[in-house]
């Protein structure tokens, strides 16, 4: 069993950078893939990022690629999200979540954070 807290949100401007973290007990972290998805009010939860437990295959979602990059540090147990060049339109609560494979389905993945606020003021 994994557990995740995440760290890292807050408040910037549009075009400023962010670095998310999860941090996770346990220690099977190196067995799972991990995720990143955000939610934002009275929408669905979405995907943004993903990687592989060795963290040599990773995946994103269209609306984040190019400015987003998640990585991980399995002697650390953490899950990174470097977020640069926000929008407003990235202002959501994101979650980091742990699953078996890679994927951008919420289903796929069997724990999650609490999440962390993340504010981008235009």
Known sequence: QVQLEESGGGLVQAG???????????????????????QAPGKEREFVAAITWSGLMSNYADSVKGRFTCSRDNAKNTFYLQM???????????YCAAGSKLGSAPGGYDYWGQGTQVTVSS
Not at 84 to 93: F, G, I, R, S, Y
């Open 16 to 38: 400023g950078s962010l670095r998310l973290s999860c941090a996770a007990s346990g220690r099977t972290f190196s067995m799972y893939a991990m995720g990143w998805f955000r």
């Open 84 to 94: 640069n060049m926000l929008k407003p339109e990235d202002t959501a609560v994101y």
